[in-house]
């Protein structure tokens, strides 16, 4: 397929032009969640061009998933979750390369799946790989892009230390994390959406506008703010750098 014509409407947006699509098929990124914010993360990258995918989940597709995660079709209920993601993203883009990794992200095994990413995409429901993922991100130097979201409310920020805080700045220890929680596929949508934006942004060379700040979006009230946040002095996980 004739790639010009292809990235066309997105080559005409101001600043972009082929050198910036070049510089979006040279990237890697790592998408750590193939579920409610990794659909929408994955796909937006997949169809902006990006040429390296790394998705990672554990899980196999439930019923349950079907309301947000949209990249599952009902025929895929049982199916791993990477496999199902890639075998549609791949339909969408074949010139995409998708590396599918089923494995649980720990602090042993982390520096090896995130490899040679240029951006690391939170789109996890945990605590205890989320964590691994920010040591990996600080230790690589590679930007950090957070996303989360309960019932109506979604958040996204970019971790980029000294550029701002670490995930361990914000949240030193695990928040509790209920079992099931309330989520739209509306909600993480846009939620995912706008972390690819911002993968985007760091990919272009850019500093993501959300690099030191964290933008809650109440969707209920259609109410967005953009907080500042900041760097622990004491951080166990940064504060060296
Ligand atoms: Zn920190």
Redesign the pocket.
Known sequence: MLEPERYKRQILIEGWGQKTQDMLRSSTVFIAGAGGLGCPVALNLTTAGIGNVRICDTDVVDVSNLNRQFLHPEKNIGVEKTASATQYLSSLNSAVQFTPLTELITEDNVADLVADADVILDCLDNFEARYALNKCAIEKGIPLIHGAVWGMEGRVTVFN?PGG??L??IFPVASSTQETIPVLGAVTCATGSMQAMEAIACLRGFKPSLQGKMLVMDYSAMHFQTLEIS??AE?E???HL
């Open positions: 230390p805080p670490c361990s700045c760097r622990n951080c996980i940064c504060s």
